[in-house]
């Protein structure tokens, strides 16, 4: 079997110290303070380290579009170790990171970005210790004793996201939406992308990412996160985070992007929802809420008036 071979990223240092891609013409991070500007987008709005006190489960899992230097990896990973060190007797015990990566940045730029964070220098020197060659595929990293693993899936993230397995009810907890610029990388920022991370999100995961522009927020709503616009950090006005509201419809959005098999999903989910109306209610009034866009339009072929306000003859 042959793979697609991978290419490291070619980067240039500006004149701030921030490395540039030349393969994207953008920054890995913000010139002002990268650092804070990721506890601000991706923790903070992903309510972490709150969420991580009356979690439920033994493992926290977040997923990123785009590994790059590793900072966001970094500044979680650091944050867990300090939530579990003041916090031992949480349920949650283990982080597990999954990041999608088309450019490996090779070892001499990584140490070269990490040492622009003093404060994560030791956890900096963990991952390089472990950091995969330009391989494709999934290279999973067992970092801090077994408390952090890492999968850093190394490929172009439209090929690599469908082949993470996942249950029906999702694997992801919490979404890292980054990237460059959605002008500076429009194949990445698809439908498709915000559909494969609806599939692989849990129910109440949540989503943030750095962007507001509209293309992003409807289609993440479209795979079926509920979405708002808050305040972007430092001088950015705003950013946008979501969480997934409704994992069974999500699910049934990413049987695929094509209109016609949009519709099948959504009659589908129309149907399973009728099942559980109350049993005086008929059919056709229970799809007329549940679908008001399809049953409406065969209404208006058949004259029928299946509102609240006027009673159905059947019900
Ligand atoms: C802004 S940087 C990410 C910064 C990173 N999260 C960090 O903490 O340093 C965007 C990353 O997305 C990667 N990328 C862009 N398009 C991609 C794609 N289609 N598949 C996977 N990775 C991609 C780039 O190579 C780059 O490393």
Redo the contacts with the bound molecule.
């Keep these: 079997m042959t793979h697609p071979k991978i290419e490291h990223?070619q980067i240039h240092w500006n004149e701030a110290g921030t490395p540039v891609?030349d393969?994207?013409d953008?920054v890995?991070?913000s010139n002002a303070n990268g650092l804070e500007e990721?506890r601000y987008v991706f923790l903070q709005q992903n309510q972490l380290p709150e969420r991580w006190l009356d979690f439920p489960r033994d493992r926290f899992v977040i997923a990123?579009?785009?590994?790059?230097?590793?900072?966001?990896?970094l500044a979680v990973w650091q944050w867990f170790a300090k939530f579990r060190a003041e916090n031992p007797q949480a349920t949650v015990n283990q982080l597990h990171f999954i990041s999608?990566?088309?450019?490996p940045?090779t070892q001499s730029d990584l140490e070269k970005a990490h040492a622009a964070w003093p404060e994560l220098a030791e956890f900096a020197a963990g991952l390089r210790e472990h950091y995969p060659a330009a391989v494709p595929g999934c290279h999973r990293l067992v970092l801090a004793n077994g408390m952090i693993t890492l999968d850093l899936w190394f490929g172009?993230?439209?090929d690599s996201m469908p082949q993470v397995w996942t249950p029906d009810d999702g694997i992801v907890d919490c979404w890292?939406l980054?990237?460059?610029a959605p002008s500076k990388?429009p194949?990445?920022w698809s439908q498709s992308l915000f559909d494969g991370m609806a599939r692989l999100a849990k129910q109440d995961c949540t989503v943030a990412t750095f962007t507001a522009a509209g293309f992003v927020r409807r289609g993440l709503i479209e795979a079926g996160f509920a979405m708002k616009k808050t305040k972007g950090f430092g001088t950015k006005r705003d950013m946008i985070v979501g969480t997934m509201a409704e994992h069974a419809n999500a699910k049934q959005q990413v049987l695929g992007t094509s209109a016609p098999r949009r519709l099948t999903a959504r009659i589908s989910r129309s149907l399973a929802a009728v099942w559980r109306v109350p049993h005086w209610q008929c059919l056709w009034c229970a799809a007329a809420e549940l679908s008001p866009c399809i049953v409406n339009m065969i209404s208006r072929a058949w004259q029928h008036q299946a509102t609240d306000k006027v009673p159905c003859i059947l019900c």
């Design positions: 990223a891609s393969n994207f953008d890995y991070f990721t990123e579009t785009g590994f790059g230097t590793g900072l966001n990896f999608f990566e088309k450019f940045v172009d993230i439209k890292f980054d990237g460059f990388n194949e990445m």
